[in-house]
C-alpha cells in the first residue's frame, strides 16, 4: 500500500511538473525592435539610436528634428518608420508560435509626430494597434500613416479606426481625418519603409532605341531611280 501511494504521488508530480513545462513554453515570448537605419538624431529610451540597437516593450523612442528612424519589429511588424519629432512608446510587443499560427501582440502609444509602415497578415487572434489621444488605430496586413492628431492614412488593406465612440473602417485609398470626423480621399503619395520597398530592375532585354546612326556606318546609298 505505501508503495502504491508514493508511484501514486510520483505520477501526480510528474504530471503537475509536464503541465507546468507545457504552459511555460506556451506562454508568449517578448518581442524587440530593432534599429535598422538612422538619419539625424533618435533615441532608443535614454540612448542615442544606433543601427543594430534593440530594444524591448516599454520603450520610449524619440527622433529629432529632420531624423528619421527605421526600426524592424520582426514578427511583431514587420516595420515601422518613425518621422521627425515623434515620441512613441511601445506598449506591447509580444508573440507566441506555440500553436499553428503565430499569434502577435503590439500596441504603440503614439504621443507625438507620426509614424508609418507594413504590418503583414496575422492570424485572427493577433492585434497591432497604434493609440493616439484622440484615436485608436487596429492594423492587419496593411500599409499605414498614423499621426499624433488622429489621422489615419491607407494603402492597402483596411484599418479599423475608434474614435469618440464610434467606429470607420478606412481601406487602401483613404484617410480618416479627424478633424472633421469622416473617411476622404488618402491624397498623399506612398510611405513604405525603405527596406520593404521593391527593388526597381529592368524587365527583358534592354534595346537601344536611340535613333542616332553610328558613326562607322557607311550612309545608305539612293536607289536606281536616282542613277542617269
Partial sequence: MKISGYLSRLALAGAFLALTSML??????????????????????NNPAKVGDTAGPGTVIKTGANSQLDLSLGVNGPDITVSADTTV?????????????????????LQAGKVAGYVKKTSSQSSYT??????????????????????VYVWDGCVD????????????????????????PNTLPSVLPPRVQ??????GPVINLSPTQPKDKPPTE??????K
Wanted: glycine fraction near 10%.
Fill in 198 to 203: 521593391p527593388p526597381v530592375s529592368p524587365v
Fill in 130 to 151: 497604434v493609440v493616439t489621444p484622440t484615436t485608436t488605430a487596429a492594423i492587419r496586413g496593411t500599409t499605414y500613416l498614423v499621426t499624433a492628431e488622429g489621422d
Fill in 89 to 109: 512608446k511601445v506598449d506591447e510587443l509580444s508573440f507566441d508560435d506555440a500553436g499553428p499560427e503565430t499569434v502577435v501582440t503590439t500596441k504603440l502609444n
Fill in 24 to 45: 511555460v513554453s506556451a506562454a508568449p515570448q517578448a518581442g524587440q525592435v530593432e534599429v535598422t537605419r538612422v538619419r539625424g538624431t533618435a533615441t532608443l529610451g
Fill in 222 to 227: 539612293s536607289g536606281d531611280s536616282s542613277r
Fill in 161 to 184: 479606426v475608434s474614435f469618440q465612440d464610434r467606429r470607420f473602417a478606412v481601406c487602401g485609398g483613404q484617410h480618416f481625418d479627424p478633424r472633421i470626423g469622416k473617411v476622404v
